[in-house]
Structure formats: structure tokens, C-alpha cells
């Protein structure tokens, strides 16, 4: 009987212990300052002209007296049902979850409250550590004790994701075409289930998925007494027309970039972890909204109609590594995965100009010349490699490294990648900028290790800058609410490569779309050689799965990749998408500008040779090209007929 009293005095011990430590907390959570929520995880996004282009606006918040009654009861019936009752906490709730998650032995509950969920989107970091959870904790906390429920609801609201589109207000305009206040309970119902799974839910791409979940919601009304079970079935058969991204101004990609901008910040070591310690922040882009609508609109136009066929696009300025557009998908709305950030491919062919500047700085010429022939390489075990051209197609004799570049010959590529050693390919990628770990393997040529585009981009503004390192970045400047810098983007150039190889090197790469180089093969890009007004150095590249274009002048560096996220094979025939959008962007961004080309270095000349060998021209030779080199490694004429050395005088 004595252990009992001991075991009933320790629990009602522990239990006033508990009690006084949570009046505790709840006081303290009182007595600390109040969270000013009006301006918290308010983003301003600005382009690089300083006008506000996307994200939070003032005039997007809606009191909760104008959000319809009917999407304010259907967001509590589903997401907080107590949310009226608790103080922050649904503890029944909690346990409920954590028992039916014990029992299945994987996470089926989440016990999250309508205070919880507000808390977390305050803050930029969506990680699961046990410290991120405490701050969450709090956060709810002090938003229960200083702001009254309505309040608390209408942030939530004016805050969350509805699918790429964030806050009600914002969410109604782009589904229903109508203020929040308007919405009908159909309607109401569809928008308050996208918040779970912004894509899954999307009832403009998963209509049938929406559906479910609007019967789950309709339901729990019912449950919860909101509605009748009349109200659910008329709701259930009324048919509903979503306008969506497609019948607005918008454009459909512009969300990557922002999102872009976003994952920059997050980066940034010097702003606060949480906008409530800064009231907000205005970031200044180098988005240019032209290029980005271009961009949109080659994607409309000349991708697919296809529902799983995707795109990454990236449009930079090579001087400073500005990032002026970007889009991650073929439509934020559909899909809010970022390719262009967050996906590592194959890059197939691109690979090569890093392949030949690094032979070009190891004394190759345009002209160094390799038999391009079906092959099989042996190495030690007798492990063998048997790369091949695109459509089985070989000269069977041998071929310049600038036709081998143009027509983007694979045993050329490899020859040379085994004459100059693995390592010597892997150390030029490190160079440049590429992190992605690269294994010194022969198909390391051909591009069939996964690198991110950003990093190529990086690469190839190298080449376009005539040598300097830059890194890619999307942040010119921060600013607090009041104006205040906090963070601006420091300039580092590092001059890297020889300017004089990368100016040969870039007319090398020009030559991707010339006509002298017809011959037992056409140049890469010769099928938008019409629309090219401009001088270009390109490259494209393709896989099984893969299908990628890298160009530029001294003014812009395009990359354009094309693929399934599943890396499925993708047809041959997909990589004309690739092309098109990539011209679009460069011809109609660069329209207004003349042609921006690279001064010749002046220890460079240039030699009129024949194009497929890189032999010296003559009298009888058929196609003729400028190629470049450092002086005194041109082709010169080994047999000269001396008698045209003599002068003669004739008779008369």
C-alpha cells in the first residue's frame, strides 16, 4: 500500500510539475514582444528594372470577413477541427495520430494545427530537425498569446501554397476568376484541399485527384455539421470550369525563377533565418522580364503537347554571371519541380569544348587530325569500348578536331580524351566550375556522367567571357522593409583560361551550323542555321535520355535541356525542341543588338585550309575555311613549288 501512495504522490507530483511548466511557458510566451505578423514572410520580388514582379503585395491580403464563409468552415473541418478550442495544440489530437502511426509503423497522421502550419510558413528553412521543430513550437506559441484566433486564421490563409499560387485571394483570382469572398461551396471545397499536395491536388492537372479530395472534405463537413448531406450531394455533381494560368497574362514559367531566388537566399549566410526578425524583405532580381516572356512563350509554342515531356532553360549574361531568366518545367502549375536547379543529367556532347580547350592547351590545333572510323578500344583486362557516331555515320578517314567538333564525332572525341589522359578532362570541368563529381572514365567525353545545367552554364560562360570564372546568381541586393541594405552581391571574376585558346576554341564551335562542312556529314545545328542572324558558338548534345544545346555570344549564354524525369528514352526527334527554344531566346533577346563577336587575339591567325582535313588550302582545293591558331603552329606548305619563288621577266 506504501508503493501505491508513493507512485499516486509521484504522479500527482508530476502532473502539477507539467501543469506549472506549461502555465510557465504560456506566460513567458505572453510577457515576450509580439510578433509583428502583418510584414513577416513578406517576399518583394523586384526585376532588374526595380519593378515589383512577383510574390507579396499588400493589396493581395484579404480580411477574414472577405474570404467566403464556406472556404474558411472547409479549411478547419479538414485541417484544424478544433482549431477554435485549442490553445495552439490539439493534444488529443496529437496523441490519436501518434498511436495510429505506432500501430502501422510508418507515418499515416500528422497532428499539425492551423496555429502550427501558419508558424512554419514564417520561416524559410521547411527543414524536420528536432531544433526546427522546438522554434515551430514556440513560434505557435507566441502567435497564440499575442493574436486572436481570426487572426491567426486569416494569415494562415493569406499565406499558404494553393498550388503555385500563394494566399486565397491570389488562389480564387487564378482558378475561379473571382475575389475570395465570392466563392461558392464547390468551389471553396476544391481550393481547401490543394494545400496537402499543391501538385497532387492541382484540379488543373489532376482534376480526378481534386475530386477525391474535395469528397473527403465535403464529408468531414458533414461531419462536423457545416453542411447537410443534400449540400454535399448537389456540390459533388456541380461541374466547375477552372480558368487557370492559361487564360491569364501570367506567364507559366516565371515561378521557377522566383523559386530560384528563394533557394539563393536560403544560402545567403548573412539574412536572418526568419523574416520576423526582419519584417519582410525586398530582393532585388536580375530578372529580365523580356527575356523571361520570350522564353515563356517558345516554350508554349514550340514545346509538345505532351504530358510528360519536360524542359529546363536557363538565359545568363556571361560577364557577370547574371541570371536574366529561367524556366524548371514546361509549367509551374503543373509541376513545381526545378529542373534547372535541382535535376543532374547527362549532358552528352556538350562535354566536348571542354574536351578540346583542354587538348588545344596541350598543343592540339583546329587542324589535329584523328581517323573517324567505327572502333573498339581495348584497355588493360581486355575490357573493351565501343562508342559510335550518331546514325553510324564515319568519314574513314581522317577528320580536323574542328570538323570533328562540328559534326560532333564520338571517335574523335574519345581518341583524344585517351591520347590527353582521363584525368586531363576532369581537372579542365573542375576549372570551370563544374562541382559535380566527374569519374575519369573514356565516356566521360561523350558527356555520360549527370551534371546539373547550372554548372555548364557556368562552364560555358567561361568560354563566352574569354576566360574569367563567374558564378551564376540571381540576388543583386536585399533590403529590409525600411530600405536598409542587408546583402549585396559581390562581384568575383578569376581569370581561369587562355583567352587566346578560347578565341579558337569559340570559332571552332561556330562552325556548327556553316555549310562548308557539308560532306559525308551536316553540321549539328545546319537545320536552324536559317534563323541564325548572328554569330554563335554552339553545341549540342543528346543521349539516350537526354537532349541539351549550350550557345552564346559576348552578350548571352543560352542552355536548353529536354528529357523525361523518369529518364526514360527519349526519340532522337525530341531534340529539335531543344534547338528551337534555344534560337528563339537568342535571336529575339539579342534582335535589337548587332552582332557581338570576339576580337581576334593578335598572337592568333587565321589560315585558309580545307575544313574536313585541316590541311592547307590551294588553288584546287573545293571548300574552303578560316581557322585560327597561335602563331607559328598554322599548317604551312611543306612541299612549295619554288619555281613560283623565282621571278621572271618574259620576253618580248
Not at 547574371?322 to 509549367?331: R, S
Not at 570564372?469 to 533590403?479: G, L, S, V
Request: with cysteine.
Amino acid at each position: 500500500m506504501t508503493k501505491v501512495k508513493k507512485l499516486i504522490r509521484f504522479a500527482v507530483f508530476a502532473l502539477f510539475f507539467m501543469a506549472v511548466c506549461y502555465v510557465g511557458v504560456y506566460l513567458y510566451a505572453w510577457i515576450s514582444p509580439k510578433l509583428i505578423i502583418e510584414k513577416a514572410n513578406k517576399l518583394y520580388f523586384y526585376d532588374q528594372d526595380k519593378r515589383l514582379f512577383s510574390g507579396s503585395s499588400d493589396k493581395d491580403w484579404v480580411s477574414l470577413s472577405n474570404i467566403s464563409e464556406h472556404l474558411i468552415n472547409a479549411t478547419i473541418s479538414i485541417e484544424d477541427k478544433n482549431f477554435y478550442k485549442h490553445h495552439g495544440f490539439d493534444y488529443p489530437r496529437i496523441a490519436k495520430s501518434l498511436y495510429i502511426n505506432f500501430i502501422n509503423k510508418k507515418t499515416l497522421q500528422g497532428a499539425s494545427t492551423i496555429s502550427q502550419q501558419y508558424a512554419k510558413n514564417l520561416f524559410l528553412d521547411f527543414g524536420k530537425t528536432w531544433r526546427r521543430k522546438a522554434e515551430e513550437a514556440w513560434l505557435t506559441l507566441r502567435l497564440e498569446t499575442h493574436y486572436t484566433k481570426d487572426e491567426i486564421l486569416e494569415g494562415y490563409l493569406n499565406t499558404i501554397n494553393y498550388g503555385g499560387v500563394f494566399g486565397i485571394e491570389n488562389a480564387s483570382n487564378y482558378y475561379f476568376s473571382k475575389s475570395a469572398k465570392d466563392l461558392t461551396l464547390a468551389e471553396a471545397t476544391i481550393l481547401a484541399g490543394i494545400p496537402k499536395s499543391p501538385t497532387y491536388y492541382s484540379p488543373i492537372t489532376n482534376e480526378e485527384n481534386a475530386k477525391e479530395r474535395q469528397t473527403i472534405i465535403l464529408n468531414s463537413m458533414v461531419k462536423n455539421k457545416y453542411i447537410s448531406q443534400n449540400d454535399l450531394e448537389k456540390t459533388l455533381n456541380e461541374e466547375l470550369v477552372y480558368v487557370g494560368i492559361e487564360e491569364t497574362d501570367k506567364l507559366t514559367t516565371l515561378m521557377y525563377y522566383q523559386d530560384a531566388v528563394i533557394e539563393e537566399l536560403r544560402n545567403i549566410k548573412t539574412i536572418p533565418p526568419s523574416f520576423l526578425k526582419t519584417g519582410g524583405l525586398k530582393i532585388y532580381t536580375n530578372l529580365d522580364v523580356k527575356a523571361q516572356k520570350i522564353m515563356d512563350d517558345s516554350i508554349k509554342k514550340n514545346m509538345p503537347k505532351s504530358p510528360d515531356l519536360q524542359i529546363a532553360s536557363i538565359a545568363m549574361e556571361p560577364i557577370t554571371g547574371k541570371v536574366l531568366a529561367l524556366a524548371g518545367g514546361v509549367d509551374y502549375s503543373k509541376s513545381q519541380f526545378n529542373r534547372a536547379t535541382s535535376s543532374k543529367r547527362q549532358v552528352g556532347s556538350t562535354m566536348k569544348p571542354l574536351l578540346y580547350y583542354a587538348a588545344l592547351e596541350n598543343g592540339f590545333t583546329a587542324s589535329t587530325s584523328f581517323i573517324s572510323e567505327k572502333t573498339t578500344f581495348v584497355f588493360a583486362e581486355n575490357k573493351t569500348y565501343s562508342p559510335s557516331n550518331f546514325a553510324d555515320i564515319y568519314g574513314n578517314r581522317p577528320i580536323s578536331m574542328a570538323a570533328a567538333l562540328t559534326y560532333s564525332d564520338n571517335i574523335y572525341a574519345v581518341k583524344t580524351h585517351l591520347f590527353l589522359g582521363e584525368e586531363n578532362l576532369v581537372d579542365i570541368a573542375s576549372r570551370v566550375g563544374i562541382e559535380s563529381e566527374l569519374s575519369p572514365i573514356p565516356s566521360l567525353a561523350l558527356g555520360s556522367e549527370e551534371i546539373n545545367i547550372m554548372e555548364m552554364m557556368q562552364a560555358y560562360g567561361s568560354f563566352a567571357n574569354e576566360g574569367y570564372k563567374i558564378k551564376p546568381y540571381f540576388i543583386d541586393r536585399i533590403e529590409d522593409i525600411n530600405g536598409n541594405t542587408i546583402y549585396k552581391h559581390q562581384e568575383v571574376r578569376e581569370n581561369i583560361l587562355n583567352k587566346s585558346i578560347v578565341f579558337i576554341l569559340n570559332e571552332m564551335m561556330s562552325n556548327c551550323y556553316a555549310g562548308e562542312f557539308i560532306d559525308y556529314s551536316y553540321p549539328t545545328c545546319f537545320s536552324i542555321g536559317p534563323r541564325i542572324s548572328k554569330k554563335y558558338a554552339i553545341k549540342t548534345g543528346s543521349t539516350d535520355t537526354d537532349h541539351i544545346i549550350m550557345g552564346f555570344n559576348k552578350d548571352l549564354v543560352v542552355g536548353v535541356w529536354t528529357g523525361y524525369d523518369d529518364n526514360r528514352t527519349s526519340d532522337g526527334a525530341n531534340n529539335i525542341y531543344s534547338k528551337y527554344v534555344w534560337i528563339d531566346v537568342m535571336e529575339k533577346y539579342l534582335e535589337d543588338r548587332g552582332d557581338s563577336w570576339y576580337e581576334m587575339p593578335k598572337n592568333v591567325v587565321g589560315v585558309f585550309v580545307d575544313p574536313i582535313s585541316g590541311e592547307l588550302a590551294n588553288m584546287d582545293t573545293k571548300k574552303k575555311k578560316i581557322f585560327y591558331y597561335i602563331k607559328g603552329t598554322e599548317p604551312y606548305d611543306k612541299n612549295p613549288d619554288l619555281e613560283d619563288l623565282i621571278p621572271t621577266v618574259k620576253e618580248e
